[in-house]
């Protein structure tokens, strides 16, 4: 098929061709997996390459593109790293098939017109002091899903909201595409891998590892609540003044606010920081609540349904079966010390 040789590695810049060929791959019944990156490509998207991969009969497509609709800081886009002969190295190594590397005018040849509106979301957390990132971000997202004929998509939870955006996206307008996500990777330090830790000098670098730091620590503690995940992670940012925090927040799995009464459950806990002159960001999966509790909850609902009972507890409910465990323990307790 002209445009794709299995096995070797072809690159594309112009949409005509890798529409042609993609449209041509799908009509055999192959998955297009498509990797959308800004390049200056790093282990992490290498992950991002290989859990692609990993899908049956996969062709797996990588863009690279430095979308200028997406920066809101024209300084930020001269200076992004761009590494397109090293990428293209490291994506033949890893065994990918196809590169896509349009020009800015292939991709906006009438300039920014019709773009995708995010919603309320995207004005919050990275999008407060980022504004129009993330309309741009989905913009070009739905542009490279179109374009490149993709069946599924694969996104890093390095940038946690992009990622709730990016679904938001393919559910709001029925896009009849999978996402698949890849969790954050890391150096040996913590640091969460980017393209923008080449331009951390070496006194940024060693604070940088302030940010991974934090959220372990604030994750740890959410067994004791919400207060104590955000100022366990704040006390390790404080300490080290070459951080200067943007945003330190916890919300709940889809980035909503945490109610007040949150309980238990699954919540997020994402920092925005500035580390000398590179913005970097993070976030980290907490439970929250008493996860043993949680377990005890599940269990017994468990045992409840095998018994043919409605498996809704109360707290009260829960408590008496707590209290009937304890009861049996001592008893047995007893009987084994007499034995
Ligand atoms: P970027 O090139 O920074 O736009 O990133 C392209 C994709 O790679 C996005 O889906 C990112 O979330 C993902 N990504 C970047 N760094 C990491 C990382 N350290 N771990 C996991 N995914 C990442």
Redesign the pocket.
């Known amino acids: 098929m002209a445009g794709y040789t299995p096995g070797e590695t072809t690159v594309h810049t112009s949409v005509t061709d890798i529409g042609r060929v993609t449209r041509a791959l799908r009509k055999t019944s192959r998955p297009v997996v498509l990797v959308?990156?800004?390049?200056a490509l790093h282990e992490?998207?290498l992950?991002?390459v290989r859990a692609a991969k990993s899908l049956p009969r996969a062709v797996v497509v990588v863009s690279i593109f430095v979308n200028p609709l997406q920066f809101g800081d024209d300084a930020d886009l001269d200076t992004y790293p761009r590494t397109l002969e090293a990428d293209v190295e490291k994506l033949r190594g890893v065994g990918v098939e196809l590169v896509f590397a349009p020009s800015v005018r292939e991709m906006y040849p009438n300039g920014f017109r019709t773009t995708v509106s995010a919603g309320p979301l995207s004005g919050e957390l990275e999008g407060a002091s980022r504004p129009g990132h993330f309309d741009g971000a989905l913009t070009v997202c739905l542009k490279l899903f179109n374009v490149t004929n993709c069946s599924d998509a694969v996104?890093?939870?390095?940038?946690y909201q992009?990622l709730v955006l990016m679904q938001q996206l393919v559910t709001d307008l029925n896009l009849p595409i999978q996402l698949h996500s890849?969790p954050?990777?890391r150096e040996k330090d913590g640091l969460?891998?980017?393209?923008r830790n080449v331009r951390l000098d070496s006194t940024a670098r060693q604070a940088a590892v302030a940010l991974s730091a934090a959220l372990t620590l604030g994750a740890h503690c959410g067994d004791r609540g919400p207060g104590a995940v955000l100022s366990g992670a704040r006390s390790v940012l404080e300490a080290v003044p070459e951080v200067e925090v943007d945003y330190l927040e916890l919300r709940d799995g889809r980035l909503a606010p945490l109610p007040e009464n949150f309980g238990e459950g699954e919540a997020r806990l994402l920092v925005a920081a500035r580390v000398g002159e590179v913005r970097l960001l993070d976030n980290v999966g907490v439970i929250l609540g008493d996860l043993q509790a949680r377990q005890e909850k599940e269990i017994a609902q468990a045992a409840l349904q095998a018994a043919g009972l409605d498996a809704e507890l109360t707290d009260e409910e829960m408590a008496e079966l707590r209290r009937l465990r304890d009861e049996v323990r001592r008893v047995r307790g007893r009987r084994d010390s007499t034995e």
Do not use: R, W
Request: aromatic share 4%.
């Open positions: 959308p990156t800004m390049g992490g998207h992950e991002l996104f890093g939870e390095k940038d992009q890849v954050v990777i969460a891998m980017s393209s």
